[in-house]
Antibody
Framework: QVQLQQSGAELVKPGSSVKISCKAS????????MHWIKQQPGNGLEWIGW????????KYNQKFNGKATLTADKSSSTAYMQLSSLTSEDSAVYFC???????????WGQGVMVTVSS | DVVMTQTPVSLSVSLGNQASISCRSS???????????LSWYLQKPGQSPQLLIY???NRFSGVSNRFSGSGSGTDFTLKISRVEPEDLGVYYC?????????FGSGTKLEIK
């Protein structure tokens, strides 16, 4: 069965970077987009961008240009998102989600809580 | 950016009754390929969102037939018939037609 297993919670200092992972199993990793979504505490959902692991192509929400960098490792079926120059505004839960036919997210990871605090 | 406006912000429904959530987009979600990329998700407390409806009106595999989606262009509706306790949570609409992809602000369903 399809599973997206995300890495554990992170407590990081302002100005630093963090890299979170999303390990896919149960399907052909290189055949589906992987999307990343941000959810701040008590808030709604915000799309960050996607990567197509088959060829490494990416598309970002302009709001996250320079903030988020998406990569994928085909050998381990793992997608990564690096967040840089962290501020308190980056404190949030980050989800990965598989994109199906460019139309919807059919499977989601459990989410990673990133807390930015000194 | 396409703004997705959901109403109501919250609703309280008695068990067994129907709930209806509206989602309006600031631009038509009809893609040049003929598809309307509007989907609905439910986020239960403490969980990741889960897909309910895709392409405006298609129920995702395993989703109860109490959930139905309708609409076109800029106006969409999610209906939940015979509300059950496990339906509580926040419902989001989402558009995948225009970049950047955008979510509605959510509708919180409470059980009376």
């Amino acid at each position: 069965q399809v599973q997206l297993q995300q890495s554990g919670a992170e407590l990081v200092k302002p100005g630093s970077s963090v890299k979170i992972s999303c390990k896919a199993s149960g399907y052909t990793f290189t055949s589906y987009d992987m999307h990343w979504i941000k959810q701040q505490p008590g808030n709604g959902l915000e799309w960050i961008g996607w990567i197509y692991p088959g060829n490494g192509n990416t598309k970002y929400n302009q709001k996250f240009n320079g903030k988020a960098t998406l990569t994928a490792d085909k050998s381990s079926s793992t997608a990564y998102m690096q967040l840089s120059s962290l501020t308190s505004e980056d404190s949030a839960v980050y989800f990965c989600a598989r994109g199906e036919f460019g139309a919807y997210f059919d499977y989601w990871g459990q989410g990673v809580m990133v807390t930015v605090s000194s | 950016d396409v703004v997705m406006t959901q109403t109501p912000v919250s609703l309280s429904v008695s068990l067994g009754n129907q709930a209806s959530i509206s989602c309006r987009s600031s631009q038509s979600l009809l893609h040049s390929d003929g598809n309307t990329y509007l989907s609905w998700y439910l986020q239960k407390p403490g969980q990741s969102p889960q897909l309910l409806i895709y392409l405006a009106s298609n129920r995702f595999s395993g989703v109860s037939n109490r959930f139905s989606g309708s609409g076109s262009g800029t106006d969409f509706t999610l209906k939940i018939s015979r509300v059950e306790p496990e339906d509580l949570g926040v419902y989001y609409c989402f558009q995948h037609t225009h970049l950047p992809l955008t979510f509605g602000s959510g509708t919180k369903l409470e059980i009376k």
